[in-house]
């Protein structure tokens, strides 16, 4: 039997920004539900590892948001960037209240960074004493639409009842990560585009899908372990021995590993670091160092192998586009948070990780929860009594079908073999992503056919392969039509970065997929920056 | 990927099931639950983090299954290695009091923020 449940706010997902949304909704009198794909306190690649966050006090300000800026390439919005900042400022302390212990230096908190299976251990904890209800194992597979085109809940898959759920909902916030196609970059497999689609499918809009081709270092033997910090003291050396100098040392380009992985295996070692430097890498990093004590490899004096794993939106910049100041997307009752929204508004065109993106799930999460039980609440009580319908359209059974049964994993095979290469996504161009979009047009072709519903795993299996496979569509054809070079979006035939191509790109659709340009629109100097800017006048 | 589940160590709790991001395994009605789904494991090690008998081993290699000896993984202190880093588990206090990434920018080159 399914369950039915209503309440004013559902929120999807189970990391941070799905945590922060909860609660801020339901510290705003809202009746709230989580729905998490797995388990709200180990899933998603929060969870499994640990993060900087980006928190700036109040004085230092002004210099983040110039170099964020600089490093985002024109795509940062410096009003979102300068928000985002004082509410993650604000918001630190609080979960310090609720249980987590931040090292302290000189007997004060430094809050700005985190191990994840403390932080989401202390949020659970913090939703269960407000009263949020948590549906866990819960993959949520698509949205309910109001007939007026409001989003009023969703329906999915209670994987270990082996049964489906229907929450129906005021608002829905969509906090459930971004899209890093399966590739066991830590903790991200849960993380494969869901909100992407389930948006789309409902009338919503993406924005920035070409910021998509985010890869992290890891040893070659786990290829999870997506952390890059231990590495600065590394010496890299090819298959032959010859060193290929440091990370550092004026190579550390980004495209120096990419590029020396393509002619031939990379063998890593750190042997730049010193005692000092490990005692402080091992214990902000230890996740990076965990696989490597359990396979019994001293990274110090012994030579490894190591690769790059595809962390896709994850640590890039792309999703769900969001229009207002609290997060909602471009259809009412709907909001995105965390890795689920595009974060070009405070990361532009470059990676979110390294702080902005922590700091990301902690605002945006707030102001999409509040946003959410703000809409709720003007709905009034006759919300839930809406008449609705399913929004699914792909990968679900029940659908219309083109003839024959399609297969989950030689879809996601198909989609992987365009999007991990880094001679594919890395770096792009125009006959490569055609190329990659013929077949990623055919798998959408074959997931219009029946899907297997055979047992629970098979259900949720065949709409991730419709959740990936439209993720990809969307980040070649937005890559295809921004004809540059601009941060992550890297073509091999536009090398530059063109000004005149300093916009967002919009994007959406099912079956034939368009992109639209967007301006950068709140470019106009705030206080803090006006104030940089004197600085720098006055040098 | 998820190699063992200890059957002299397990007590049954079927904590690993109720948390395992991507569902890998199915309980085992009062004995040790069953990796049921080991291709859907992504070696995230959260199994271990929350096992209270420190019963599971996660392989470092994310790709393949290999063969594990569960005496050899005890005697190396293998088993529950990654409750001790995070300091979870009866007896001890959190570690995240003892992270290191404020500190990392303090550090002589080669690492710049």
């Known amino acids: ?95 310090e209240e609720w249980g987590y212990a ?10 700005n960074s985190y191990y994840g299976p ?51 909902a005021g608002a829905v916030v969509l906090a459930t990560g971004g899209c890093a196609f399966l590739s066991k970059a830590l903790g991200s497999n849960v993380n494969t585009g869901d909100a992407f689609l389930m948006a789309v499918e409902a009338g919503a809009e993406l924005s920035g899908m070409e910021f998509s081709s985010q890869y992290g270092i890891s040893s070659a033997l786990n290829a999870t372990a997506t952390r890059g910090v231990p590495y600065a003291w590394a010496t890299f050396y090819d298959a032959q021995g ?42 902000s990093h230890f996740i990076a160092f965990l696989p490597l004590r359990k396979a019994g490899i001293d990274p110090y004096t012994q030579l490894f192998p190591v690769t790059l794993v595809l962390e896709g939106t994850v640590r890039g910049a792309g999703g769900v586009r969001i229009v207002t100041d609290d997060c909602g997307a471009t259809i009412p009752g709907l909001y995105a948070a965390g890795d689920a929204a595009t974060r070009e508004l405070i990361a532009g065109a470059a990676t979110g990780g390294g702080g902005p993106n922590a700091a990301w799930a902690i605002s945006s999460g ?61 770096y792009r161009n125009e006959p490569g992503l055609t190329r990659s979009l013929v077949q990623l047009d055919a798998a959408w072709s074959e997931l219009q056919r029946q899907p297997n519903v055979e047992n629970t795993r098979e259900i949720e299996r065949s709409r991730t392969a419709a959740f990936l496979t439209a993720s990809a569509r969307w980040a070649y054809r937005a890559s295809l039509r921004r004809r540059e070079t601009r941060s992550l979006n890297r073509r091999t035939d536009f090398p530059q970065t063109d000004p005149a191509q300093c916009h967002y790109q919009a994007t959406g659709g099912l079956d034939e997929i368009w992109t639209r340009s967007e301006p950068v629109r709140s470019l106009q100097p705030t206080a803090a920056t006006q104030a940089h800017a004197r600085v720098h006048e006055a040098r | 990927m998820i190699e063992l589940i200890s059957d002299s160590r397990c007590t049954g709790c079927d904590i690993c099931v109720k948390i395992c991001p991507t569902n890998v395994f199915d309980p085992g009605d009062g004995e040790a639950p069953t990796i049921a789904r080991q ?26 299954s290999v063969p594990v000896d569960e005496h050899e993984l005890s005697a190396a202190g293998r088993l529950g290695e990654y409750r001790v880093l995070l300091g979870w588990g009866p007896g001890r206090t959190s570690n995240s009091e003892r992270d290191t990434a404020h500190l990392l920018r303090t550090l002589p080159g080669p690492f710049r923020r």
């Open chain 1, 366 to 426: 707030q102001w999409a929860g509040a946003g959410a039980a703000k809409f709720a609440r003007g709905l009034g009580p006759q919300a839930n009594t809406r008449s609705v319908k399913p929004a699914g359209r792909v990968g679900l059974d029940g659908r219309e079908h083109a003839a024959g049964c399609f297969d989950s994993d030689v879809i996601i095979g198909a989609v992987q073999a365009e999007m991990f290469p880094l001679e594919k996504n890395y």
């Open chain 1, 242 to 283: 010859h060193s290929l100098g440091g990370f550092m040392e004026n190579r550390r380009e980004d495209w120096f590993l990419p590029k020396a992985l393509l002619q031939g295996p990379v063998y890593a070692k750190l042997d730049r670091a010193t005692a000092e430097v490990r005692a402080v890498i091992e214990k």
């Open chain 1, 1 to 95: 039997m399914s369950l039915e449940l209503s309440c004013d706010v559902l929120v999807l997902g189970g990391g941070p920004a799905a945590c922060w949304a909860a609660w801020s909704a339901a510290s705003a009198g809202a009746r709230v539900i989580v729905a998490d794909k797995g388990y709200l306190g180990a899933s998603g690649s929060a969870a499994a590892s640990g993060n900087g966050v980006l928190a700036v006090p109040p004085d230092e300000r002004a210099a983040v948001i110039a170099q964020r800026s600089d490093v985002g390439r024109g795509l940062v919005d410096t009003l979102w960037l300068e928000r985002m900042l004082e509410t993650t400022w604000r918001s630190l302390p609080l979960i």
């Open chain 1, 102 to 111: 931040f090292p302290k230096q000189d007997g004060k908190p430094v809050r």
């Open chain 1, 118 to 168: 403390e932080y989401l251990r202390v949020l659970r904890k913090r939703l269960l004493r407000s009263g949020v209800q948590i549906l866990d194992q819960s993959p949520a597979l698509e949205l309910l639409v109001s007939e007026d085109g409001a989003v009023a809940g969703a329906r999915g898959l209670r994987r270990q009842a082996h049964t489906y759920y229907e929450v129906r």
């Open chain 2, 39 to 64: 291709q859907d494991c992504q070696t995230c090690f959260m199994c271990e983090a929350y096992c209270p008998a420190d019963a599971l081993y996660v392989a470092p290699e994310s790709s393949h």
